[in-house]
T-cell receptor, first 113, second 113 residues
């Protein structure tokens, strides 16, 4: 089955700096890659996603890039703010499955004021 | 208001005492899923359902059962809970259509003594 590796497990940045979180996946047929943000004590919420036919997607300060050849995708957050502090999860949906999502283990991002 | 609800939100029980965690969504979504979240392990899919009476195993189905008799409900059943099932459980749903957005419930924190 699909295997998703996520790095780093923790990331600390200064307010205003950029943050990058990277994930690799194993199933070359995977076709959908969402990123979720989970604040302490809250449920995960989708912040951005990308499909396998697109190389990059942006939404204000957040961007995701996908390299299908290398089977990795990354989350980029620019101009970080304290409210960006949370756990971020990447995920991959296996090819041939409409709903089987495999998550990475998460990255705890801390933005220091 | 579009939402996914879970009950109970917190539960402490003892080994072997059957329990059910309910999940309901009011968005007429075809797809529903159960995850467990454990520190350092991220979110792992337990079971998912593509529609009424259609379910399939995720990555960690052992010790769990599900049923999908109605479109809006997807209960998670632990026939004989054990301490290693102590975890935070999330139900989620999404539409079968163009949107891949998955909506999570608020979570159920289960402790098995």
């Amino acid at each position: 089955g699909e295997n998703v590796e996520q790095h780093p497990s923790t990331l600390s940045v200064q307010e205003g700096d950029s943050a990058v979180i990277k994930c690799t996946y194993s199933d070359s047929a995977s076709n959908y890659f969402p990123w979720y943000k989970q604040e302490l004590g809250k449920r995960p919420q989708l912040i951005i996603d990308i499909r396998s036919n697109v190389g990059e997607k942006k939404d204000q300060r957040i961007a995701v890039t996908l390299n299908k050849t290398a089977k990795h995708f990354s989350l980029h957050i620019t101009e970080t703010q304290p409210e960006d502090s949370a756990v971020y999860f990447c995920a991959a949906r296996s090819g041939g499955s409409n709903y089987k999502l495999t998550f990475g283990k998460g990255t705890l991002l801390t933005v220091n004021p | 208001e579009a939402q996914v609800t879970q009950n109970p939100r917190y539960l402490i029980t003892v080994t072997g005492k059957k329990l059910t965690v309910t999940c309901s969504q009011n968005m007429n979504h075809e797809y529903m899923s159960w995850y467990r979240q454990d520190p350092g392990l991220g979110l792992r899919q337990i079971y998912y359902s593509m529609n009424v009476e259609v379910t399939d195993k995720g990555d960690v189905p052992e010790g769990y059962k599900v049923s999908r008799k109605e479109k809006r409900n997807f209960p998670l059943i632990l026939e004989s809970p054990s301490p290693n099932q102590t975890s935070l459980y999330f139900c989620a749903s999404r539409d079968r259509g163009r949107s891949d957005t998955q909506y999570f419930g608020p979570g159920t924190r289960l402790t098995v003594l």
